[in-house]
């Protein structure tokens, strides 16, 4: 069965969000440039509404990023379309994401890629997002708390890495988790500036070579500690 055809998310999603959704892929997902039919068609079916605290659900589908509680924010669509898309998601594909955050991003890749580890720091939003994704379905995702900066070495080397927190320098053992042909998105700078969103592909050789792609603004990836 490949991922597209097992249709997690609600039963019955009230229209109106589901309108707001369809208007949200072509007025700001779509109409930037956004092509792959597969990130396309994930976009318009996971339901961003309940990724977002309650209170936000009629804001969910704004041209923007969300507060998420702890200091942190599910990203803004677009952003999560867009780095989907640059790491060329392939069916067979196994994905990292570092920064599980709301689950959003996570939910998304699942639908385009085989499996998705995802890795958050702070414990409450690990077991929240792991309760959304299990509730709604997601059963290709794996989340789990633990330190970004380390990658999750059990599970690689990935396919893709998708990073949505900024480090100052990309950590050196997520370069080492990605396969040779992998790709890895991950914004790039100093903590409270605007970032540089980076794609970074390891060629057969195991050589990365890095392309910049536009300016964003993360919340940046915090030195933990494992355990
Ligand atoms: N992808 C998320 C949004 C991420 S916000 C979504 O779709 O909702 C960035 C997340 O990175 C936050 O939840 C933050 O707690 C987490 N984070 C910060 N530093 C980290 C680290 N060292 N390891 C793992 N996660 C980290």
Do not use: C
Request: net charge neutral; proline share 10%; glycine share 8%.
């Amino acid at each position: 069965m490949s991922p597209l055809d097992d249709r997690p998310g609600e039963a019955q999603p009230p229209q109106r969000l589901v309108q707001a959704r369809l208007a949200m892929v072509a007025d700001q997902i779509a109409a930037r440039g956004v092509r792959d039919a597969r990130v396309l068609a994930a976009m318009r079916e996971v339901p961003r509404h309940e990724f977002v605290p309650p209170a936000m659900r009629d804001q969910a589908y704004v041209d923007a990023p969300l507060p998420i509680g702890l200091g942190q924010t599910i990203s803004q669509p677009y952003i999560v379309a867009l780095m989907t898309e640059l790491a060329r998601p392939a069916a067979t594909d196994t994905a990292l994401e570092v920064g599980t955050g709301s689950g959003y991003q996570a939910a998304v890749l699942s639908r385009v890629v085989a499996r998705v580890h995802s890795i958050e720091l702070l414990e409450p939003l690990a077991a929240s997002a792991a309760a959304t994704l299990a509730r709604l379905g997601y059963a290709n995702v794996q989340v789990r708390r633990g330190d970004g900066y380390q990658g999750w070495p059990e599970q690689a080397p990935f396919d893709i890495i998708l990073v949505t927190a900024a480090p100052e320098e990309v950590p050196p053992a997520l370069i080492a988790q990605l396969k040779p042909g992998g790709r890895m998105v991950i914004p790039i700078g100093p903590v409270g500036s605007v970032q540089d969103l980076l794609l970074i592909e390891k060629d057969a050789a195991g050589r990365a070579a890095r392309r910049s792609i536009i300016p964003v603004r993360f919340v940046p990836l915090v030195k933990g500690r494992e355990g």
